[in-house]
């Protein structure tokens, strides 16, 4: 029997990086230590080890589900596939899945889970394998269910490995009606929502398309004010990082250079990200595409190069005192969760640039998994009941208006004013009005008292103040 601990584990000092975070914003708090100490901690957690055969031998998976806190119920939080990671990672990113949620207003205690494998070293029935056993060990310790704890996709796990989670909950909770609302990023067949897939990368660009148009802040960068023409470099072309890249040259940036593990490239005129993208479908690799003018075999290298804003959308630690003094950027977008280290954090400000802190810019995900975890519970696709009734009192009001005006409306016109919300329409009002509101709540909190030096450290005072309150109001605390 083999135990897949051959690779190394990972630098344990991510969970001690966030609560040094938690006690430097605490102080611009005012609640008293013990309260806070609860805030901090992880509530729960629990690591765990089962066998899966492969071919005619066992293999033993690590793996773990950390509930951080159950201020609020359910808890929250994607599961990693990745053989890097470890407790203290799991018990990171459940904290930060606390704060985030508390930043961006979503009523659930943060969780996270990890699975210790590297999923491209596994067929895809050993990865559903893995994936049920894990799912089943989460039911029998009672870590999973729609009131208790809903995992989502997180890094090397997606819709796929949803729905077998989904799956093995249902078949497990026979006649449970609420069944489906134990783990979001569902495909839609599968009670998912639309939007979800791409909800992590829309937030990440509105996040950025907000903070940019910001013309005070802007000024003190010396950027002129306006996404239009920013230049952008993303890190990871997966998940969070495509859509990331994808939208933002929507709104008209213009990415200049993208990293993946394999290599970077860079081109200070723009770089087509749906093209690129198929390039590394196709060929693997994202080296040798066409419209790159220049190429890093090195993917830590394209971090470096000219641009105006830079998106770690890939993993922690990936900005540290070993490269700071290179990136160029005068903005860093975390995509990723902890991508940056709290020394490179501080020499990026001393030096007069800003960052937009993981918590709030990747809470997108979380928001539209909220909006799915709703509909689960619901038991209606948004937009269902109301869509045909708006659209009829809005040609009535139409054909009123024309009949009063004389002025006919185009089709066009017509159409676009008549036409009630979609599933999709609503779920990205909601999560556009959600990462605009959060952004200024936070700026606020960073104007407001000179001594607050981060827009890290704004985040997590909202956050404290809000997680305090709750457990204020649950009369656990005076
Ligand atoms: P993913 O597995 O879909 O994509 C990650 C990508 O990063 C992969 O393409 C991988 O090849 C690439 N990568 C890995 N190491 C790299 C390196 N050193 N340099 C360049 N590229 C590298 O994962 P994801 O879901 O996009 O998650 C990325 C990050 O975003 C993680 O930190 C995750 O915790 C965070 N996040 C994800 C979500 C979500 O909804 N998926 C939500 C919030 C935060």
Request: charged share 20%; net charge negative.
């Amino acid at each position: 029997m083999a135990t897949n601990n051959s690779v190394a584990d990972q630098d344990t000092h991510f969970f001690g990086d966030v609560c040094n975070n938690f006690d430097y914003a605490a102080k611009f708090t005012k609640h008293d230590a013990g309260l806070l100490d609860q805030i901090k901690s992880c509530n729960s957690v629990y690591r765990f080890r089962f066998p899966i055969r492969r071919g005619n031998d066992f293999e033993v998976i690590d793996a773990w589900r950390v509930e951080h806190s159950q201020h609020q119920s359910p808890t929250k939080g994607g599961i990693r596939y990745s053989e890097m990671v470890n407790e203290d990672e799991v018990m990171a990113l459940a904290a930060l899945m606390t704060y985030k949620c508390a930043i961006v207003n979503v009523p659930f205690g943060g969780a996270k889970g990890g699975i210790k494998i590297n999923p491209k070293n596994y067929s895809l029935q050993e990865l559903e394998n893995i994936t049920r056993r894990y799912t089943v060990e989460l039911i029998r310790k009672n870590f999973i269910g729609p009131s208790i704890d809903v995992p989502a996709p997180d890094y090397g796990s997606g819709e796929r490995e949803m729905s077998w989670i989904a799956d093995t909950y249902a078949t497990m909770n026979p006649g449970q009606l609420d069944a489906m609302g134990c783990v979001t990023g569902k495909p839609i067949a599968l009670q998912g929502i639309a939007g979800r897939r791409e909800a992590t990368g829309r937030g990440v660009a509105i996040a950025i398309r907000e903070c940019v148009s910001i013309a005070e802040d802007m000024n003190k960068l010396g950027l002129p004010t306006g996404i239009s023409g920013k230049t952008i470099i993303v890190q990871g072309l997966g998940n969070v990082g495509y859509y990331s890249a994808k939208f933002l040259a929507e709104f008209g940036a213009i990415i200049v250079g993208l990293c993946e593990y394999e290599g970077a490239i860079y081109n200070p005129d723009g770089l087509d990200v749906e093209a690129v993208f198929q390039h590394r479908k196709a060929t693997g690799s994202i080296l040798d595409y066409p419209g790159s003018k220049q190429e890093f075999k090195h993917s830590a290298e394209g971090l470096e190069q000219p641009c105006d804003i830079l998106v770690p959308a890939a993993l922690e630690n990936q900005i540290t005192v070993a490269n700071i003094r290179n990136i160029k950027a005068k903005i860093i977008a975390e995509a990723a969760n902890g991508p940056t280290s709290p020394e490179a954090e501080t020499i990026f400000y001393q030096n007069g640039g800003i960052i937009i802190p993981d918590m709030y810019v990747n809470a997108g995900g979380v928001t539209v998994s909220y909006f799915e975890w709703l509909k689960n519970l619901s038991h209606v696709a948004f937009g269902r009941i109301n869509r045909r009734f708006e659209e009829n009192t809005n040609l009535n009001l139409v054909n009123m208006v024309e009949g009063i005006t004389g002025v006919a409306l185009t089709p066009m016109q017509r159409s676009t004013i008549v036409r009630g919300a979609s599933e999709l329409e609503l779920v990205n009002s909601g999560l556009e009005d959600t990462m605009i509101r959060s952004y200024h709540e936070i700026r606020e909190t960073f104007k407001a008292n000179p001594s607050i030096d981060t827009l890290r450290t704004a985040a997590f005072v909202g956050a404290i103040n809000k997680i305090a309150v709750s457990y204020q109001n649950l009369g656990v605390w005076p």
